[in-house]
């Protein structure tokens, strides 16, 4: 290799690394001495998704506890012990892990510090939970529930779709409580299903909502991450009033304000922002699974909902989240607790 | 069966339109002689200026005319390298790749307030519907109402060959990447040859990356290209070299992904699970790269750097 590609080599480098180290946020001191970290995982603090939500409830614990806070955003999967180590070694009170892709960094972590306390969205870490780590899951199959209610009695061609990103327990959870309150809402109601197999290629969602659409659905969900833009993109070509997307994770009806039915949205923020304050007040015992459903607020409707459901719908799903916060009906979240569900 | 075969040429062409851009591209500065792993980052770097400046002017053909030049631009340094400097091309292109990627994310974080996305962009290349001929059952639907980023990729394969195959320029550009040695002793200049390819090169591809950001889809973030730049670089060796060749394999592989996400919709994740569905365009790829397109005959002067005066 001569001096010039070294140079070019070089300067790229540099970008790189200036990328990759610009992720520090410092939300600032307070007086109270209590310290919250939050590391991001490759999606960033800034990615309408998860990681941002959950930072809207850390910045909470920064304003309504006078936490001093700190979030680590990782550039790639080999950040996350790293990261997580610098907070833990800086002694901060409590460290977040946002995402499933923490399931093994977190144990690892965990173990090596005994006595810092951490915290994970999206994973239960298969059942093991170290003493000090508690684990934040949700109950989608809930949420999805009340969409799958309002795609069966929102459908004019009683076809449905679903779109999910890369098939996994976790995105099963949203199908199969999607399938199921579809079911109950509209059973004559069918559900076109299809997984992209990423949660990036939003050229693939966009043709996967085109060929459903085609086919004369007109209610479609997603659980696909960035997968999912390419839907709203799909759903704003076409007419309005009559093809319909659901948005997940926020209100996404920003995307497509005229074709968005609602959102099933993941209270993150309420979730880290409790367990933070159940800590601050000595309240919180670690090594212990947090399950939040519809009962808990972890998971609901977005508010923009009313805003094209009208007001009898809105009712009807109202009377299925009561009964689901009442045990009445018991949603499923694997295909075999679907497959009951059906035929019963 | 007419909706799932409109469906399957309509995921067909969305799914083909970058890489058949991007794929012209590498045929340019490849023909030439010039290696253009690079593809990856002019696509990136097409697809994040196509973004910025649809949002920054709301006109997204600004944005496509942005892109091209940001293209040509960012073709520069690999030409520099590769041509007068006469570094290795390969890791020339792989240090634009890095470069193009960390550049864009850097700069949308700059210009968006720390996002790890643009906004969506305002304005966009949408599907137009040719009127009558969009109106033929499943090809009119699938060819005749498409994005205009479409038909200019397939103008662009006509303009290609037709350059290439029947102008003086192409003919020159051709010689200089057989035989440099030769075609300076006839008076051309290899120099001025390679470079007007890597250049025309960076505007393709940029065009491509454009397509995603502004027409297929509607932002830039990270990931919007991931990777297409390089299935373009195997649809050019797999179209050896050829802009028909690179149309083919380009509409070949996004054949092969809409049989893997439309088959999902049939019921073919009964037999078949999803996961191993969507890895089936990149096996098919690797089947037709490995042997049955035959010898791919690649230009055979590519990779050396020419020097003045060496035979």
Redesign the interface.
């Known amino acids: 290799m001569n001096k010039t590609s070294w140079v070019a080599l070089l300067l790229s480098a540099v970008l790189v690394l200036a990328v990759g180290c610009g992720g520090q946020q410092n939300g600032g001191k307070a007086d109270s001495g209590f310290t919250v970290g939050m590391v991001t995982d490759t999606g960033g603090l800034n990615d309408e998704s998860f990681n941002q939500t959950a930072w809207e409830g850390i910045k909470r614990t920064k304003n309504e506890l006078g936490a001093e806070i700190k979030a680590l955003e990782s550039k790639r999967d080999e950040d996350y012990v790293p990261n997580l180590t610098k907070f833990a070694r800086d002694g901060r009170d409590i460290t977040w892990a946002v995402g499933f892709k923490f399931e093994k960094a977190i144990p690892e972590v965990a173990s090596q510090f005994p006595n810092a306390k951490f915290g994970i969205v999206d994973s239960n870490l298969g059942g093991k939970i170290p003493d000090n780590v508690t684990a934040v899951t949700f109950k989608e199959e809930e949420g999805s529930f009340l969409m799958g209610v309002l795609a069966g009695l929102t459908t004019k061609t009683n076809k449905v779709g679903f779109i999910g990103g890369i098939s996994s327990p976790l995105i099963k959870k949203f199908e199969a409580g999607y399938r199921a309150g579809v079911h109950a809402a509209n059973p004559k109601a069918t559900v076109q299903v299809a997984y992209a197999e990423s949660f990036t290629d939003a050229t693939k969602g966009r043709s996967l909502a085109q060929s459903m659409y085609n086919n004369g659905v007109d209610v479609i969900f997603h659980a696909a991450g960035g997968v999912g833009k390419g839907l709203f993109d799909e759903v704003k070509t076409r007419e309005k009033g009559k093809f319909w997307a659901i948005g997940v994770d926020m209100d996404q009806s920003a995307l497509a304000p005229d074709h968005t039915l609602s959102s099933m949205i993941k209270r993150v923020d309420v979730a880290v922002f409790e367990i933070t304050k159940e800590l601050k007040e000595g309240k919180l015992q670690p090594g212990k699974q947090v399950e939040l459903g519809l009962k808990e607020n972890g998971v609901g409707l977005a508010e923009t909902t009313s805003k094209h459901v009208p007001a009898d719908v809105l009712k009807k799903v109202d009377e299925f989240k009561q009964k689901i916060i009442n045990g009445e009906i018991k949603v499923p979240k694997t295909e075999e607790e679907l497959n009951q569900f059906l035929t019963k | 069966m007419l909706?799932t075969l409109?469906?399957i040429l309509?995921?067909t062409v969305?799914?083909s339109t970058p890489l058949i851009l991007a794929g012209l591209g590498g045929l340019f500065s490849e023909r030439s002689g010039v290696v253009n792993i690079a593809l990856e980052g002019l696509m990136t770097i097409g697809a994040f200026t196509a973004a910025v400046v649809t949002i920054v002017t709301g006109n997204a053909w600004m944005g496509l005319l942005a892109a091209v030049v940001s293209g040509m631009i960012l073709a520069l340094?690999h030409a520099?390298?590769s041509i007068t400097?006469?570094?290795?091309q390969v890791?020339?292109g792989v240090?634009?790749n890095?470069?193009a990627?960390?550049?864009s994310?850097?700069l949308v974080?700059r210009f968006y307030?720390?996002?790890?996305?643009t906004p969506?962009v305002p304005d966009k290349l949408?599907?137009v519907a040719i009127p009558g001929l969009s109106q033929i059952p499943v090809i009119g639907?699938s060819l005749f109402h498409a994005f205009p980023t479409t038909y200019i990729a397939v103008i662009l394969v006509l303009v290609s060959s037709f350059i290439l195959y029947r102008t003086p320029f192409g003919m020159r550009l051709r010689a200089v990447g057989e035989h440099p040695q030769a075609a300076e002793t006839a008076g051309v200049s290899v120099i001025l040859m390679r470079y007007m390819a890597v250049i025309i090169s960076g505007a393709l591809a940029a065009i491509g990356g454009a397509a995603?950001s502004i027409s297929?889809?509607?932002?830039f973030?990270q990931?919007?290209v991931?990777g297409q730049g390089f299935i373009a670089l195997a649809a050019l060796i797999f179209g050896k070299w050829r802009p028909y060749g690179v149309l083919g394999a380009a509409v070949f592989f996004g054949f092969a992904?809409?049989l893997s996400?439309?088959g999902?919709?049939y019921g073919l994740?009964q037999y078949l699970?999803?996961?191993v569905?969507?890895m089936l365009p990149y096996v098919l790829t690797i089947l037709a790269l490995a042997g049955f397109v035959g010898r791919a005959e690649a230009p055979a002067a590519i990779g050396k750097p020419y020097e003045k005066g060496s035979r």
């Open positions: 909706e409109t469906n309509n995921t969305l799914y340094p520099i390298a400097f006469k570094a290795d890791v020339s240090a634009l890095f470069l990627l960390g550049l994310v850097y974080k307030d720390g996002a790890a996305q969506v949408e599907e639907p995603l297929i889809g509607s932002e973030n990931s919007t991931a992904v809409a996400l439309t999902q919709l994740t699970p999803s996961e569905l969507n």
